[in-house]
């Protein structure tokens, strides 16, 4: 089986002595492209030497977390941290010359989990607006984030790609079933984390999406399948044994089906 991670943090400093093993796991278990997640210009700094290191395995998907962008991100999470709010003009500006080295732009979005929506609404719409325009100015996927802002995600995507101009991924989607079907409609894909084996709502969630639009995603090292332990691209495996359950087919046939969904929406890049 061709299996896909579209969504880790393989920078995170729980890697750090245990990158090797990691990889070796993750080819071993079938794994063909994991895309590396950036979060601020610190942490997309670190996702382009990764990819460069490691070109066959390794995709760089470089990002500006919503709240990273506002600049209340706290120290401390496990990954480079920035000091500020973002400059996102100079981050475009540093994608655009990484261009061919990038593999689509994420994670990006709003998020009103760790950010208060009536005070930073306007400031988060603003940003997830020009960061969307510019994703479609060099023709990248976009991976979003919308933790708890589901709904104004969606409309603010539906706004600015009228014409299906570049693939929307949507990550660890956590909206209610009405949504979804929204997100099916705009023809957005969705990638199902492993943690899918002890989570109703994303069990619902590949029942509401055509295998067509799913994909296999970890958050590596968080949102682990296990009860102990932290995760790993490896696991991408229980993604797929829980959706092969959901939709009756095998595990091959699963497989199969994102692998092509992953090569429609990247291509050879
Ligand atoms: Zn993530």
């Not at 979804?180 to 969630?205: A, D």
Request: glycine share 6%; charged share 30%.
């Amino acid at each position: 089986m061709n299996l896909i991670d579209v969504h880790c943090h393989l920078t995170h400093e729980y890697f750090k002595d245990k990158l090797d093993a990691v990889l070796k796991r993750a080819e071993k278990a079938g794994l063909k492209a994991l895309i590396v997640s950036g979060v601020n210009p610190e942490v997309n700094r670190e996702v382009l030497a990764l990819a460069k290191k490691h070109p066959k395995l390794i995709k760089a998907s470089l990002g500006i977390y919503p709240i990273d962008a506002l600049g209340i991100q706290p120290e401390g999470a496990g990954m480079a941290h920035h000091k500020g709010p973002i400059n996102l003009e100079e981050e475009f500006k540093f994608i655009e010359k990484n261009e061919d080295a990038v593999h689509c732009i994420g994670e990006v979005g709003m998020d009103f989990h760790w950010a208060e929506k009536e005070k930073t609404y306007a400031q988060q719409a603003e940003n997830f607006r020009k960061i969307i325009r510019f994703a479609i100015k060099i023709r990248k996927p976009l991976v979003i984030h919308s933790r708890k802002a589901e709904e104004e995600c969606l409309q603010i995507l539906e706004e600015e790609i009228k014409n299906k101009e570049i693939p929307v991924i949507q990550h660890c989607f956590s909206g209610r079933k009405s949504l979804m079907s929204k997100g099916v409609e705009l023809g957005h894909y969705f990638s199902i984390p492993p943690c899918i084996v002890k989570s109703s709502n994303f069990q619902t969630l590949v029942k509401k999406v055509p295998l067509t639009q799913l994909l296999t995603e970890t958050d590596s090292p968080w949102l682990s399948p296990y009860k102990e332990g932290m995760n790993e691209p490896a696991f991408v495996v229980e993604s797929i044994k829980q959706i092969a359950l959901v939709k009756e087919l095998s595990q091959e046939e699963v497989a199969e089906q994102i692998w092509k969904n992953y090569q429609r929406i990247f291509g050879k890049n």
